[in-house]
């Protein structure tokens, strides 16, 4: 405010590339810095949330340009794992500006090519329903019923026996098998309008309510369908019958969690996991158990190394506390840490809540 | 922003100091350390170092000071004065590699860190052998020790513990020219030499880069507890204030809300605030169980007696977090009313907040302004928070000229520019009103006497 050389430039001409609304809502009071995992990896600012949303910022107003390579990496180094969002005093939805930014650096030649096959595995539910073919998983040629569980694309091949035991759970779940992917993999990776569509017709394709197995996917069926409709396997269960669900053991195992990023910091849904594992066994609670493990959806196959290093202190941390279960409550949570226990030789074992809950009777 | 390339073999000479790694001249680097939290305000860097050690920070000081080029050494970059804004260009050395507590220790009740540890690893590092790092900036999960130190940073426990200065025991930093000085240590009296951590305390980098600091601890206290009381117009909160005071309490907590921020707060919160009322206190007092009591007890009384229309003191830990709510939430809140929030900083004497407050009242509706005020009754740093939207080029000019009157009334009424946010770049223009012209002439003669080539974040404190 002071002389004519630093007076702010004119009100600058915005490109229209993210919503003027979500952009603007940002003070730059840097409280988000200490919560990034990407930030913590580097110590440089650039890599951190108020550094990515001045880089959306010049993005937008033109001072940088599409292909900025800091731009590039940036979009493609953040997790969109979220957990700037509870921090920020001024209701920065970070979640949004991401998909934004990749959808238009990504759409058509940007977009990192490991994702691309990803992306058209889960586009069509004949492919989707093809992928899980050969596994036994919960779902059948039922009609869909008041209540529906929904069949993650990647977890009906990596882990059928997810959708198999929250079925055992509640039993009046319907898991008809004809239906899709919710799109969430899509709008992380910059096609923000096809992840929008395929959850829209998975809404369509499963009327009332829908439970998820995954908080990545329910996080965002939950922004486009509604948090009424949507519901996490935990939240679910929780509502319906209070932190009752399983059956305690007498031999108590230690039993560790890893937070879904985006059930935790988009759902705001972290106590209901906790209360269901301390029927079932000893909680205990690791210290980065809220931090991303870097799985991040696709982000361990785009960026194996990145995503190693993330993980590497949520391994340091189940090996200290000599965990006997780590439960997981996302599909690529449940990959991230199986690999992970697996190349350290660890001899705790990662299962899903519902396997958890279903399996330790 | 006009993109111009690294001055010539300014990174090759950088790098040969804290290695290719450490130091960043791409333009994206450079646009996200163009900025600080101070709305507005930005200026590209030439180039973004990270030293780790005081060897390192010499060596890259040498290298500017021989070419003339402008360092701003940077923590976290939360200041809201465009402390760290390199409106000149020049090399931002960025200290947060430097983040190690060395020691914590109870028996001298001293800390000795590096300037990048964040506050509240400090603060957790005494915590955990009983004792209490006092200053609590608001933002002291994000800023490190050193801008708090350089910041001269207050906080909410102000009144009774003090500002950072009053924790300072000893500096190590390095000079413009390159030499690594020590001012004090560990020791609680010690008068060899002018008193240059005093001097470097709230120096913003315009003096010397910090690179040690050696703090004061104090006991943790045991307990402590909160109350509040709504009145009906902030000068019987102010009266209540003093009353408080005067019953012999010396409260570790006095904040005040006036009504715009009580309404904002309720629109967004939605706690159950009283938003009829003229103004709300927060009263808490730390320390033994039954001082807490008694002092509570007196507060209350105090606040009833100067016409508050109710008061409630909280009787559990979660009633005392419900009544800290409405002071956490009151910054959140006004944000979210527009894209732009100016928060400033303004401090008069504390039997002259109400007639400060008013008047920023008066001058918002002057300025047709919103700016609710919060801040810290007991010590008088009000925070009048302007929120406006850019898009509309006249509230931006207009809530200039708005603060331009908060502050010279602010100095009228024998108070300050401001309070603990410092002068960098958005203040520099009032600050001779304040401190007259013989002043502003010895500022820049002991800046000179530092910093013979002016490149130690030039165009800011004592230019
Ligand atoms: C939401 C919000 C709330 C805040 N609340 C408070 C509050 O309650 N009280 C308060 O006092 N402030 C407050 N602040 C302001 C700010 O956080 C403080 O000034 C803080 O001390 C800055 O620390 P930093 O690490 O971010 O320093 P920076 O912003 O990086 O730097 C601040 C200044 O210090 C200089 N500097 C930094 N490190 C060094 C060093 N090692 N050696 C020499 N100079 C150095 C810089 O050049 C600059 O001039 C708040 C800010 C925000 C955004
Ligand atoms: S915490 Fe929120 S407002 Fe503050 S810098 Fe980060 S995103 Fe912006
Ligand atoms: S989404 Fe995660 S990785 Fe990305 S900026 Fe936010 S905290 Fe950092």
Redesign the interface.
């Known amino acids: 405010?002071?002389?004519a050389?630093?007076a702010?430039?004119?009100?600058p001409e915005r490109r229209g590339v993210f919503t003027a609304?979500l952009l603007?809502?940002c003070?730059?009071?840097?409280?988000c810095?200490?919560a990034c995992p990407t930030y913590a990896l580097t110590?440089?600012?650039?890599s951190?949330p108020?550094?990515r949303i001045?880089?959306m910022r010049?993005l937008e107003t033109g001072?940088?340009p599409d292909d900025?390579?800091?731009?590039q990496?940036?979009s493609s180094f953040c997790l969109g794992c979220r957990a700037c969002e509870p921090?920020c005093?001024?209701?920065v939805q970070y979640g949004e500006l991401v998909e934004e930014w990749r959808d238009h650096l990504w759409n058509g030649r940007g977009r990192p090519w490991k994702v691309r096959p990803l992306l058209w595995a889960v586009d069509s539910p004949r492919r989707v329903r093809a992928m899980g073919i050969v596994r036994r998983h919960a779902g059948r040629g039922e009609a869909p019923g008041p209540v529906n569980l929904m069949l993650g694309c990647f977890e009906r091949v990596l882990y059928p026996r997810v959708s198999r035991d929250a079925r055992k759970l509640a039993g009046e779940l319907a898991a008809p098998a004809a239906q899709g992917c919710c799109g969430a993999l899509h709008a992380h990776n910059g096609e923000l309008g096809r992840g929008r569509q395929l959850a829209q017709r998975l809404g369509e394709a499963l009327p009332g309510t829908i439970v998820t197995t995954s908080g990545g996917c329910g996080a965002h069926l939950a922004g486009v369908l509604g948090g009424d409709r949507v519901k996490e396997l935990s939240q679910w269960l929780h509502a319906r019958d209070g932190a009752v669900v399983g059956n305690p053991t007498a031999a108590r195992p230690r039993i560790g969690l890893q937070d879904s990023c985006h059930l935790r910091h988009g759902l705001g849904v972290w106590r209901e996991p906790r209360e269901l594992i301390a029927r079932v066994g000893e909680y205990v609670e690791l210290p980065s158990a809220a931090g991303c493990c870097g799985g991040a959806g696709s982000y361990a196959i785009v960026r194996p190394q990145d995503s190693a290093r993330v993980l590497d202190r949520h391994l340091d941390e189940i090996a200290g506390a000599d965990l006997d279960l780590v439960a997981v409550v996302n599909a690529g949570c449940y990959r991230q840490l199986q690999q992970g226990v697996k190349r350290r030789r660890l001899r705790t074992r990662v299962l899903h809540l519902a396997e958890l809950l279903a399996g330790v009777k | 922003m006009t993109t111009t390339a690294t001055p010539t073999g300014l990174r090759e000479r950088l790098e040969a100091v804290v290695g290719h790694d450490h130091v960043r001249t791409d333009e994206g680097a450079l646009v996200t350390f163009s900025m600080d939290a101070t709305p507005l305000e930005r200026g590209r860097p030439d180039a973004v170092v990270f030293p780790a050690t005081a060897d390192e920070v010499a060596g890259v000081l040498r290298i500017a000071n021989e070419r003339g080029v402008p360092l701003i050494a940077r923590g976290s970059g939360t200041n809201l004065s465009a402390g760290t804004v390199p409106h000149r260009g020049g090399i931002v050395l960025v200290l947060t590699r430097m983040n190690r507590v060395k020691e914590v220790s109870g028996a001298e009740l001293v800390a000795v860190c590096e300037p990048g540890v964040r506050t509240i690893e400090l603060a957790q590092a005494a915590a955990a052998k009983g004792l209490l790092f006092p200053p609590d900036p608001g933002s002291q999960s994000t800023a490190t020790v050193g801008g708090n130190v350089a910041e001269c940073a207050g906080g909410l426990r102000a009144l009774k513990y003090g500002v950072t200065r009053d924790y300072v025991l000893g500096v190590q930093a390095v000079l413009a020219t390159g030499e690594i000085i020590r001012s004090g240590g560990r020791l609680v009296k010690d008068v060899a030499g002018y008193d240059l951590r005093r001097l470097l305390c709230g120096s913003e980098g315009t003096l010397a880069v910090m690179t040690e600091l050696t703090l004061r601890l104090v006991p943790a206290p045991e307990a402590s507890g909160y109350g509040m009381a709504y009145f009906p117009d902030l000068a019987a909160a102010a009266r209540a204030v003093s009353r408080v005071l005067a019953s012999g309490v010396l409260p570790v907590t006095l904040e005040f809300l006036d009504q715009v921020c009580i309404g904002a707060v309720e629109d967004y919160a939605q706690i159950g605030l009283d938003t009829s009322a003229g103004a709300l206190l927060i009263f808490g007092q730390d320390g033994d169980p039954a001082v807490i009591e008694r002092d509570l007890e007196r507060m209350a009384q105090a606040c009833a007696t100067e016409g508050a229309t109710s008061v409630r003191i909280a009787e559990s830990p979660e009633a005392a977090s419900e009544v800290l709510e409405a002071r956490r939430a009151a910054l959140p809140s006004l944000s979210r009313l527009e894209p732009l929030t100016l928060l400033e900083d303004a401090t008069v004497p504390r039997s002259r907040i109400a007639e400060m407050v008013e008047y920023i009242q008066e001058v918002a509706r002057r300025h047709q302004l919103k700016i609710g005020t919060f801040g810290h009754a007991g010590d008088g740093n009000l925070h009048p928070t302007a929120v406006l939207d850019p898009a509309d080029e006249g509230a931006v000019g207009r809530a200039r000229a708005a603060f331009g009157e908060i502050f010279a009334r602010a100095i009228e009424l024998d108070g300050t520019i401001t309070g603990e946010h410092g002068i960098g770049l958005v203040k520099l223009r009032y600050l001779e009103r304040q401190l007259g012209a013989d002043h502003m002439a010895l500022l820049r003669r002991i800046k000179a006497a530092f910093d013979p080539n002016g490149i130690l974040n030039p165009g800011k404190l004592g230019s």
């Open positions: 405010m002071t002389t050389a630093i702010p430039d004119p009100v609304e603007d809502r003070i730059s009071c840097g409280f810095l200490p110590g440089v600012e650039t951190s108020r550094g001045n880089l010049a001072v940088l900025d390579p800091t731009v990496e940036e921090v005093p001024a209701g």
